[in-house]
C-alpha cells in the first residue's frame, strides 16, 4: 500500500490526521472554542484631545471572534466616538462612529473575526484633562489546529 498507511509513524505527530476509508490523510485545519476574551480599553485621559484604547493584538495560533465593542466618555458625556478593527498593520477592516450620550455609549454588536496580529481599537474624541474613558470588547477565542 502506498502513501501514509501507519498511524503511529512520525508524520502523524504533525498536525491531524484521518482516515478517509481508503487512506490516512492530512485534515483540513479546524477551530475549537478554546475560552472567552475581554479586555479593558479605557483609561483616564491625560491633557486635552483624543484618547485611543487598543486590545492586544491576536497572538498566534488563535483567531478570536469578537462581539462587542462600546466606548464612553462618561466624565464630560457626549463626545465623537470611533470603533475600529485594524488588521496588524495600521489598515481598518472596519470603522462604526457614533456621538453617544453618558448613559448611551457608542457599541457594536457582532460578530468579527480577528487573525494573528488584527486588533480592536476605540477613540473618543474631543476628551478634556482627566476624562474617565469606559471602553471594553469581548468575544471568544479559538486556537487553531493544523
Aim: charged share 20%; hydrophobic share 40%.
Amino acid at each position: 500500500m502506498a502513501g501514509i498507511t501507519d498511524p503511529t509513524q512520525p508524520y502523524f505527530k504533525d498536525g491531524l490526521w484521518g482516515w478517509d476509508g481508503t487512506r490516512w490523510r492530512k485534515l483540513a485545519q479546524i477551530f475549537g472554542y478554546t475560552d472567552r476574551f475581554r479586555e479593558n480599553l479605557g483609561g483616564t485621559k491625560s491633557g486635552a484631545g483624543q484618547f485611543t484604547g487598543a486590545m492586544t493584538p491576536v497572538p498566534a495560533g488563535y483567531v478570536y471572534v469578537a462581539n462587542f465593542l462600546m466606548a464612553r466618555n462618561v466624565t464630560t458625556g457626549p463626545s465623537f466616538v470611533t470603533l475600529h478593527v485594524k488588521d496588524g498593520s495600521s489598515y481598518w477592516l472596519f470603522t462604526r462612529t457614533a456621538t453617544p450620550g453618558v448613559a448611551n455609549p457608542a457599541q457594536w454588536n457582532g460578530s468579527f473575526v480577528l487573525k494573528e496580529g488584527d486588533f480592536l481599537e476605540v477613540r473618543v474624541h474631543d476628551c478634556l484633562d482627566n476624562d474617565v474613558i469606559e471602553a471594553v470588547v469581548w468575544g471568544y477565542k479559538m486556537a487553531i489546529a493544523e
